[in-house]
């Protein structure tokens, strides 16, 4: 047994162990793994640096149950230790051999990492040896290289130099020839809408022949000869327009595309005084000249987007669009002038045709307007003689109320005979089939009665009808003698016709 001497904040005191006892505390020294080392911590009581050192009552409470207050200290077991509501065994150890408890490694093992790096030392001045003659001859090999690639990048330049100013000759040289072409196609095609214009005054009068002619109502909106006869003229008229119009929509489409390929030339000319210039500063650079930096990353940004064989078909490309579009824009030069040379001869003699159309739908609806009027004189007389006759009906159901109350009074009545007196006799029975008779009766009055009405409803809305169609045929006389008829006086004549299409 060892005896407690106390402890402090940091150490506990106990007797020696006696000498002679047999028995070594050392911990033997089987491993260095971390596995086999073992805490021999002096038992004092440090709660709070264990695990909650942010909690100061912690400690105090664990200092109490490690050391208790009581007038009985002697009593307290110096071998047991708390450590938070934990009783560890320690081992009686004396100070002085607390230093062995350390111990980690043998002799052999001294030597044995001596060893290893007298070897280490040796192997790492050999590579380093090698390392300095390889550095000096990659040097020199880098600078040879160096001036090499530096000359061939001169070079390379160079001809990148002469190329640009070949192509540039040649887009310019097209450029000004496409200038000159656009400018002439612009001037015929002016010409052109001139003439267009000229066409619209007969178109006018037609279109607004039909235009009158879409307000007539109902049925009356019929395809009939004269709007075949207007349609047919329209497309007379238009024939020609059309002609112009789609020389005029070539004229534009070759403009477009004379200005596109214009659009190109000028971006490759001005792409080629940008490069040439910078080139040409690049191809003057030199290791001395001035302005020149570290530009980190550059060579891994790859912004190119052509190779010399594209760079070449792009500026060819560009000037054979040209001529193809300078070529195409002399032939539809010729082809405007031929266009504009027709003439609408068979507009004269369409609107002959139109009129002697519109004379004979005139006619036709004058005819029709004159039977319905006499149509509807009929329905008028009918719609009368109906009403009397509904009225009479009408009078014939009302008759049968007073003799239909009189019977179901009087059944009513016998309802309250006493006893044995409500006997079914033949009274009983003839009141009873009296009041069928009755209602049969009136059935039949109301169907007809419904039969008279429906009949003058549909005799009312033929009347409707045929006011109706009153009112359509004589819109349609109204547009076809007075609207349409009155406005084709102002038709141009043959002089102007030819005065307008030989412009």
């Known amino acids: 047994m060892q005896t407690y001497y106390g402890q402090t904040m940091t150490a506990s005191y106990f007797s020696a162990p006696k000498i002679g006892t047999g028995a070594s505390y ?13 805490s021999y911590a002096p038992p004092f009581v440090v709660s709070q640096s264990l695990n909650l050192p942010w909690k100061p009552s912690t400690y105090y409470r664990g200092a109490q149950k490690s050391m208790p207050v009581s007038s009985s200290a002697p009593e307290m077991n110096p071998s047991h230790l708390y450590r938070d ?55 020199h090999d880098t600078d040879a290289r160096t001036v090499k690639n530096q000359q061939e990048s001169s070079k390379n330049l160079g001809n990148r130099l002469a190329d640009i100013n070949f192509w540039k000759s040649e887009v310019n040289h097209e450029l000004d020839e496409m200038g000159k072409e656009i400018n002439d196609l612009t001037n015929w095609k002016k010409r052109t809408e001139q003439a267009l214009k000229e066409t619209e005054g007969p178109l006018q009068i037609a279109q607004e022949c039909l235009f009158n002619r879409e307000k007539r109502q109902g049925i009356d909106l019929v395809d009939d000869a004269v709007e075949k006869e207007l349609l047919r003229e329209v497309g007379t008229i238009k024939r020609s327009q059309d002609h112009l119009r789609k020389m005029i929509d070539r004229a534009n489409t070759q403009l477009s595309m004379d200005r596109a390929a214009q659009h190109e030339l000028e ?58 579009e300078r070529n195409g824009s002399k032939g539809l030069r010729s082809d405007l002038d031929g266009v504009m040379q027709e003439t609408g001869n068979e507009m004269w003699t369409q609107y002959n045709n139109v009129n002697v159309a519109f004379s004979g739908r005139i006619a036709e609806t004058m005819d029709a307007r004159n039977s319905l009027q006499a149509h509807l004189a009929k329905v008028l007389q009918e719609i009368n003689e109906m009403e009397n006759n509904i009225e009479l009906c009408r009078k014939a159901v009302k008759d049968k109320e007073a003799p239909m109350q009189v019977a179901q009074t009087r059944l009513e009545a016998r309802t309250r005979r006493p006893n044995v007196e409500l006997c079914r006799d033949q009274p009983q029975h003839r009141l009873t089939r009296e009041v069928g008779e009755i209602y049969e009766t009136v059935d039949v009055l109301q169907n007809r009665l419904r039969a008279a009405e429906s009949a003058l409803q549909e005799l009312l809305r033929t009347k409707t009808t045929l006011e109706h169609d009153l009112g359509v045929k004589n819109n349609s006389l109204y547009l076809d003698k007075e609207k349409c008829m009155g406005v084709r006086k102002t038709y141009p004549t043959t002089a102007k016709l030819a005065g307008y299409s030989s412009r």
């Open 26 to 38: 050392l911990p033997p020294l089987e491993s260095t793994m971390q596995s086999s080392y073992k």
């Open 85 to 139: 509501d934990v009783v560890s065994r320690v081992p009686p150890l004396m100070p002085s051999a607390r230093t062995a408890l350390f111990s980690k490694y043998t002799p052999s093992d001294w030597f044995k990492s001596n060893n290893q790096n007298y070897r280490s030392s040796d192997l790492t001045r050999g590579a380093a040896q090698r390392l300095r003659d390889e550095n000096v001859r990659i040097c």
């Open 267 to 324: 971006k490759d000319l001005t792409d080629k005084f940008r490069v040439l210039n910078i080139d040409n500063k690049c191809h003057q650079l030199a290791n001395s000249s001035s302005g020149l930096g570290f530009y980190r990353g550059v060579e891994g940004v790859d912004q190119t987007t052509t190779i010399p064989e594209s760079w070449v078909k792009f500026s060819n490309d560009n000037i054979l669009r040209s001529q193809r």
